[in-house]
């Protein structure tokens, strides 16, 4: 076999492991973002009325 050969075929499987890797991320990303979503979220607001401050992250 000739180092074309060889070298196309590193290729292709680095580029097979790469999509493969990148499913698993996924999938675990959103495992991830399921377990998470029990939480209530709130925004800015909500959060400066509960601190009695107008900004949450500069001081006057």
């Known amino acids: 076999m000739n180092l074309i050969g060889i ?10 492991f790469t999509l493969v890797f990148g499913v698993i991320a996924y999938f675990m990303y959103k495992i991830r973002d399921k377990k998470n979503a029990k ?12 601190l ?9």
Do not use: A
């Open 39 to 50: 939480r209530i979220p709130t925004n800015y607001e909500e959060k400066c009325i509960e």
């Open 52 to 60: 009695g401050t107008d900004f949450i992250f500069f001081d006057k």
């Open 7 to 16: 070298m196309s075929i590193v290729i292709l499987v680095i580029t097979i």
